[in-house]
Structure formats: C-alpha cells, structure tokens
C-alpha cells in the first residue's frame, strides 16, 4: 500500500511520550525482566482474557532487543506448553515471508469471503477507526490501539473480525492500519494473522460474536450488531453503525539528518529496525548505522510513537548512529570494494524486511524455523508446529 513521501523533521521532534516509555521501557534490560516475570502456567490459563497473564514482549521480540531462543531459555526450556508454541506462530510467520516475499501482501489461499465490491485497500469503516461502533471491547481496543501502540491479541483479532467479515473491508486496510500503529508491528506476523482471520490464509476464517467479546472482556452488553447468531452475522447485510467509510491517513515522518559518511577502513556494521540487539557483534571494532529507509515508510508507514520508540530502543547500541538511505543505494558499492578488499567488510542481521539489502548477514536467532528444511513456506501452523515441535522429526 503505497502512501505520500515521508516529510522531514529535526530528529529532536521524535522523541518518545512518557506514557510509551513508562508501559514500554525501550531497553534491554527491561525486556529481560519481562521474560523473567512472566508466568507460564498463568499465561496458559488467562491468555484468551483481557486481563489475562500475558507477556507484553511482543514489541521487543518485534525489533531483536531480545529473541525467541532467549526467551525460551529462561521461561520454557522444554519448549513445550502454550507459551513456547505461541512463540513458534512467531517463527512461523517469518518464514512463510523469508520463502514467500511479498506475495504474502496479496490474498494467499483464496479471495476474503465477505469482502464488499466496495472495499479498498486504503479504506476502513469511519466507526472502526474512531473507535466509535458503541461495542466496549472494540471501541477500548482502539485506544488502546492509537494511544498506547499495544493492543491485546485477543481483542485484535476482534477487530480484524468485524472488520472483513461484519462491514466486509479489504483485510490489506486493517493490516496497515495495525503497522501504523502497532509497537510491534511485525510485517509477518501482523500481515499473516490479518489474512488468517479473514480467511485468505487459512481454511478457516475466524468470527467472533457479542457473546465471544462479553466471556473475554469480562462484560456484557446486549443488542450490539454482534449479538446475532453467526449465520446473519456473515450473510446479513453490513450493519448501518459500519456503513461509512473513511480513507486512511497515516503520514509518515522521518528525522532530517546529513547523508551518512561512511569510513571506508572501518568495518561496517549495519542495523535495521528488527534487529536492535546490543549483544550483536558487540566486541567488533566497527562502524554502526542504523539505516531508514525512506521506500519501506512510504510502502508501510509507521507512526510517530512508533518511530520515536524505535530511535529510543536504538540507543541500546553504544555508538550506533542513524541515516535516512536507501540500503541498496548506500551499501552495494561498498560491499563491492570490500569484496575486492579495498575497504572494510560489511555486515547485517539478515530478516526478510531487508532482503534485498547487498552484503553477508549473520543468521537472525531462531528456535523452532532452522528445523524446517523444506524449500518452500508451510501451509499451515499445525504442518509447521508438527515438524519443529517438541515431537517434532
């Protein structure tokens, strides 16, 4: 979904709010004692509930300040119970994007049952994206959405119901919706559970009602256009409260900084905003840059908040400096020199946002993906899970 050319500001305008730094400390640190304090039995039990014992990691697995093996060691060696297994969706998902590129931004498996004639892939009911359908639970997850960046997956996947198979939008909408906002907007996994509850990347679309919304949320309300039996609910007409739609905008805003000098004698350690890790190459005696890419932001624009919590998080990385280029561009004449050994040797967490970036990578941690050593993406989770689990062949 293209969007208007990333506008320029001082890098001093993207600071971070206190309310996302306090519910979100951008460091290590604090994401290590989050993985410490998470209880997995606890977990399993409350995940489905709002209020449930979830873990709140996802924004820090999102941009690599820690990482799924690591979170394994420390909750769940025996990589067994629920916990694990959600971490494994994770791992799913980037390599159906690692296999399958960017065909996993079209419908995978089929076109989006309930999709309207009239849905775009810019568009989203105006109740939806305001947060005004007069359902609690919906309307809460949308400010939770557009003020705190974090919303629980149950009630995203609430949101992503409604809105391709109750008003019938295009699941692309919702997607970039979620990205813009989302501080762990993953592109795989944000892109892959949108089209599983649509049902253009499972066989099975996901529906959920007022009686769903009510057991989980701990409420109740009665009435709604959701409390109807699941068969009206998909054939009956878009109810009036979703009938108007709006047009998104998400503007994006990059820092205005100087085009980036590179030293050519200096070993090059390039960063991209999945891979924050402070642990990486950390004894090299090397250049570091972290590199934004005006195209990315133009094709999947991110939010203010967002951006500003990843700038934060980037100062994990002692010395890491920050260039707003083209990676193609900036690097490939570089990594030619360096391969000629006329300058020093380029390197980059490999992830499959920046696969087209020139260069080596090193291997982003994984616990469960190394195991699938088939050429092509799974289908399914449960193929998946059934190879690299536990029980794994």
């Not at 959405?145 to 992503?160: C, E, P, T």
């Not at 590179?262 to 990486?280: F, M, N, Q, S």
């Not at 919590?309 to 490939?332: C, F, H, K, N, Q």
Request: one cysteine or more; charged letters at 25%; glycine letters at 6%.
């Amino acid at each position: 979904m293209a969007s208007s050319p990333p506008s320029l500001v001082p890098v001093d305008e993207l600071t971070l709010r206190p309310e996302l730094a306090t519910a979100f400390p951008p460091t290590r640190a604090a994401a290590l004692e989050r993985v410490r304090s998470v209880d997995e039995r606890a977990y399993a039990r409350t995940r489905n509930h709002l209020r449930g014992a979830v873990s709140r990691l996802s924004p820090y697995l999102t941009h690599g300040l820690v990482s799924v093996p690591e979170v394994l060691a420390i909750i769940a060696p025996d990589a067994n119970g629920k916990f694990a297994q959600e971490l494994a969706w994770r791992e799913f998902f980037q390599l159906v994007h690692e296999r399958d590129g960017r065909s996993i931004f079209a419908d995978r498996f089929g076109p989006q049952p309930r999709r309207s004639t009239a849905a775009h892939p810019r568009r989203l009911p105006r109740a939806i994206v305001e947060g005004r359908t007069g359902i609690d639970a919906l309307d809460d997850a949308v400010r939770a959405l557009v003020d705190d960046g974090y919303v629980h997956n149950h009630a995203r996947m609430w949101l992503a119901s409604v809105t391709c198979h109750v008003a019938g939008a295009d699941w692309r909408a919702g997607a970039a919706w979620f990205l813009f906002h989302l501080l762990d907007g993953d592109l795989a996994s944000n892109t892959l559970s949108w089209q599983w509850v649509a049902g253009t990347g499972s066989h099975k679309p996901y529906l959920a009602d007022q009686a769903n919304l009510d057991r989980f949320s701990d409420r109740v309300q009665r009435g709604t256009f959701l409390d109807r039996p699941t068969a009206e609910l998909l054939q009956g007409p878009v109810p009036a409260a979703l009938a108007e739609s709006v047009e998104l905008d998400l503007p994006v805003t990059l820092p205005d900084l100087p085009p980036p000098r590179l030293d050519p004698d200096r070993p090059l350690l390039a960063y991209h905003p999945w891979a924050l890790d402070p642990t990486w190459r950390a004894d090299d005696d090397a250049e570091r840059w972290l590199l934004l890419e005006p195209a990315f932001f133009e094709l999947h624009p991110w939010s203010r908040d967002r951006l500003a919590w990843v700038l934060a998080a980037a100062l994990e990385v002692p010395g890491l400096r920050i260039a707003v280029a083209d990676a193609r561009t900036l690097l490939s004449e570089r990594v030619a020199a360096a391969a000629r050994g006329d300058a020093a040797a380029v390197r980059h967490r490999l992830h499959p946002a920046v696969a087209h970036w020139p260069g080596p990578g090193d291997p982003t941690p994984r616990a469960f993906a190394q195991r699938w050593t088939n050429g092509s993406a799974p289908r399914s989770f449960s193929a998946f899970w059934q190879r690299v689990g536990p029980g794994g062949r």
